[in-house]
């Protein structure tokens, strides 16, 4: 069995301590951009999951600029505990979607801060033309850039139903470009999507199991409170696993999955006052507490079902 310190599975915490020698935390930011599937170029309604804020529920203020932003976080975290080490992670909407100018300002507001270690920008693999790419190149020369896509599933009924809005072959382009140079790719799945089987599910871990990529998330679908797919749930209620279910099929994911992958993910914290359902994931830490104690006494660990 591999080790990744405490955990039976390649975690982001184990990375970083690895890199940095210290645990590094993450501030979320808002640099005030929309989405293409939002102002109509791609589409109007945004993804049928998708919260009125883009997904960027726990972002700064976007009245704030970006370095009053990473301060007000640093005072957050640092009044917890003592923090030396932070990622930059712009979350909310596309946040490669805006002139290059303004996302020029941006991105090197967030590096040019000595604490911040990393740049993570999540994004649409549509929206990086050539000269975005240009960008985050020079700046991956400075400080390493994160990108998270939102692939959430390989199957193209679901991706129509949750309208993702582009083809798997521009995610695959978006992967390719961004490896060429030398930029880490995360990818964002979303687990028990409506219509989904686990074998379904399955094939999407195996297909990224064999791009390159270098980190995953393993999201539990969240309905969340004024969302398109909260009126579907409401109109039509669909299965949600409960929280044994999902730890069991999260050990499947995870002997599956490839060990040099980095989980960044396995479940996901929607807002309180937003989640509509699974109303137990709430309680992170019971879960991921339930999970540490699954995968030992099952003997799992990530990779063990692996064959490249």
């Given at each position: 069995?591999?080790?990744?310190?405490?955990?039976?599975?390649?975690?982001?915490?184990?990375?970083?301590?690895?890199?940095?020698?210290?645990?590094?935390?993450?501030?979320?930011?808002?640099?005030?951009?929309?989405?293409?599937?939002?102002?109509?170029t791609?589409?109007?309604?945004?993804?049928?999951?998708?919260?009125?804020?883009?997904?960027?529920?726990f972002?700064?203020?976007?009245?704030?600029?970006?370095?009053?932003?990473?301060?007000?976080?640093?005072?957050?975290?640092?009044?917890?505990?003592?923090?030396?080490?932070?990622?930059?992670?712009?979350?909310?909407?596309?946040?490669?979607?805006?002139?290059?100018?303004?996302?020029?300002?941006?991105?090197?507001?967030?590096?040019?801060?000595?604490?911040?270690?990393?740049?993570?920008?999540?994004?649409?693999?549509?929206?990086?033309?050539?000269?975005?790419?240009?960008?985050?190149?020079?700046?991956?020369?400075?400080?390493?850039?994160?990108?998270?896509?939102?692939?959430?599933?390989?199957?193209?009924?679901?991706?129509?139903?949750?309208r993702?809005?582009?083809?798997?072959?521009?995610?695959?382009?978006?992967?390719?470009?961004?490896?060429?140079?030398?930029?880490?790719?995360?990818?964002?799945?979303?687990?028990?999507?409506?219509?989904?089987?686990?074998?379904?599910?399955?094939?999407?871990?195996?297909?990224?199991?064999?791009?390159?990529?270098?980190?995953?998330?393993?999201?539990?679908?969240?309905?969340?409170?004024?969302?398109?797919?909260?009126e579907?749930?409401?109109?039509?209620?669909?299965?949600?696993?409960?929280?044994?279910?999902?730890?069991?099929?999260?050990?499947?994911?995870?002997?599956?999955?490839?060990?040099?992958?980095?989980?960044?993910?396995?479940?996901?914290?929607?807002?309180?006052?937003?989640l509509?359902?699974?109303?137990?994931?709430?309680?992170?830490?019971?879960?991921?507490?339930?999970?540490?104690?699954?995968l030992?006494?099952?003997?799992?660990?990530?990779?063990?079902?692996?064959?490249?």
């Open positions: 069995m591999n080790r990744w310190g405490e955990k039976r599975y390649h975690s982001l915490d184990y990375d970083l301590k690895q890199i940095y020698h210290e645990k590094v935390y993450k501030i979320t930011l808002n640099g005030g951009m929309t989405c293409p599937n939002r102002d109509g791609v589409g109007t309604g945004g993804c049928i999951f998708c919260s009125a804020s883009g997904s960027g529920d972002a700064g203020p976007k009245t704030l600029s970006i370095s009053e932003q990473i301060a007000r976080g640093k005072q957050e975290l640092n009044g917890k505990r003592p923090v030396h080490s932070y990622i930059a992670y712009f979350q909310a909407f596309t946040n490669t979607y805006a002139p290059l100018s303004r996302l020029e300002q941006l991105f090197t507001e967030a590096v040019q801060d000595e604490d911040v270690k990393i740049l993570s920008v999540a994004t649409r693999p549509d929206c990086l033309g050539d000269d975005v790419l240009e960008l985050l190149g020079r700046l991956n020369r400075i400080k390493p850039v994160w990108i998270e896509l939102g692939l959430q599933t390989i199957h193209a009924d679901t991706a129509k139903f949750i993702r809005g582009y083809e798997l072959p521009v995610f695959e382009k978006a992967v390719k470009d961004l490896r060429a140079l030398g930029i880490t790719v995360i990818v964002h799945t979303i687990l028990f999507l409506p219509g989904e089987t686990k074998e379904m599910m399955m094939e999407t871990l195996d297909y990224l199991n064999h791009m390159d990529i270098q980190g995953i998330k393993l999201q539990l679908l969240h309905i969340l409170k004024d969302t398109d797919l909260a579907v749930y409401e109109a039509h209620p669909f299965p949600v696993p409960d929280m044994d279910e999902y730890i069991r099929f999260l050990g499947t994911c995870i002997s599956h999955l490839n060990p040099q992958i980095t989980i960044h993910r396995l479940t996901g914290d929607g807002p309180g006052s937003l509509t359902a699974p109303l137990w994931t709430s309680n992170k830490r019971t879960v991921l507490n339930t999970l540490h104690r699954y030992k006494e099952q003997d799992i660990w990530q990779g063990k079902e692996y064959y490249g």
